[in-house]
């Protein structure tokens, strides 16, 4: 992803004001007896967005044309921020280093990547999260806060934290921290009406998450 990624955030006053969500992909095949067969096709979830809607100013339209031309349209990915989902526990929480189990330590591995859990008792599902908020990543071992730098460092880029040395087996370690959704246009043309925008008429602007 780091080629063709780039490391900055989507006009977060246009983000705030878009709508959207997880996207998932099931085949359904009906037998005739009336019972179904369903089947995933995507092993995970996939946002999508639409960022039109939070464009309420010329000036706001003139920054997002602005950030779609430095993109090449579809070709350069980037950070959006998904004003209901991101952080590591409720968007209204600040994050805690216990709020997700990220791993167990064996005695010899020292990297772990940070993933945030859905749903709890009858099929949880783990995201992985590629693209924590620089300076936002709180971690623990056994439920004691580690310092960052000199226990752990945590890439912005990649969501990996990487131990100084390595959780003793059987550790449960835990993070806490706040996350961008890393996605791209999902078009090569804005199409935008200027003779409509004043009086209520808002342009498409389509993004789609980016499996990491």
């Known amino acids: ?3 063709d990624f780039h490391e900055v955030r989507f006009p977060l006053d246009v983000s705030l004001g878009s709508r959207g969500g997880p996207v998932r992909r099931t085949d359904i095949v009906t037998l005739a007896s009336g019972r179904e067969h369903r089947n995933s096709r995507w092993a995970g979830s996939r946002r999508r967005y639409d960022a039109g809607l ?8 003139h920054a997002v044309i602005a950030f779609f031309e430095e993109r090449r349209g579809r070709l350069f ?3 959006f921020r998904d004003r209901t989902d991101w952080r590591s526990g409720p968007p ?7 709020d997700q189990r990220i791993g167990t330590g064996n005695g010899t591995e020292r990297n772990f990547q940070l993933v945030k859990a859905y749903g709890s008792a009858f099929a949880p599902y783990s995201r992985t999260i590629a693209k924590p908020v620089g300076g936002t990543v709180r971690v623990a071992l056994n439920g004691i806060e ?6 752990f460092n945590c890439d912005p880029a990649t969501g990996l934290v990487t131990f100084a040395a390595a959780p003793p087996a059987g550790a449960v370690i835990t993070a806490g921290f706040a996350f961008d959704v890393p996605v791209r246009f999902d078009t090569d043309e804005l199409d935008i009406d200027l003779s409509t925008f004043d009086a209520g008429g808002i342009p498409q ?4 998450e980016i499996v990491p």
């Open 54 to 61: 939070g464009v309420r100013t010329v000036d706001a339209l």
């Open 77 to 79: 990915g980037f950070r």
């Open 205 to 208: 602007i389509p993004l789609i």
């Open 146 to 151: 580690q310092a960052v730098g000199s226990g």
């Open 1 to 3: 992803m780091a080629s």
């Open 92 to 98: 209204s929480k600040e994050p805690t280093p216990l």
